[in-house]
């Protein structure tokens, strides 16, 4: 079982950078990829990037490609989105998330391929 806490969300103007950060409690944090997804209302939940479980492979939605940066601290559980030119597009409560797989080779887009969620955190960006 993996629990997950996310921060670091708030008010920011467009052009601005943000960084989220995911806290895992769970023993097994460590041999799964983790994933940041956003939801904005009235649309569906979306992938934004995703880091393999040791950390040595990337990947993002083509919408922030080159803006935002993830990526993890396993020794500390620790899972980070570094978010730079954010634009009203952004604005979503943003979610971590575990694979339900351990040790994966690919990165996973689909939400279902994800077992543990945490309850979010709001990004707000004002153009």
């Known amino acids: 079982q993996v629990q997950l806490v996310e921060s670091g969300g708030g008010l920011v103007q467009a052009g601005d950078s943000l960084q989220l950060s995911c806290r895992a409690d769970g023993r097994t944090f460590g041999s799964i990829a983790a994933g940041w997804f956003r939801q904005a209302p009235g649309k569906e939940r979306e992938f934004v990037a995703g880091i393999r479980w040791n950390g040595d492979a990337t990947h993002y939605a083509a919408s922030v490609w080159g803006r935002f940066t993830i990526s993890r601290d396993n020794a500390r559980n620790e899972v980070y989105l570094k978010m730079n030119n954010l634009n009203s597009d952004d604005t979503a409560m943003y979610y971590c998330?575990?694979?339900?797989?351990?040790?994966?080779?690919?990165?996973?887009?689909?939400?279902?391929?994800?077992?543990?969620w945490g309850r979010g955190t709001q990004v707000t960006v004002s153009s």
């Open positions: 998330a575990a694979d339900k797989r351990a040790f994966r080779a690919v990165i996973m887009e689909n939400t279902s391929e994800y077992a543990y």
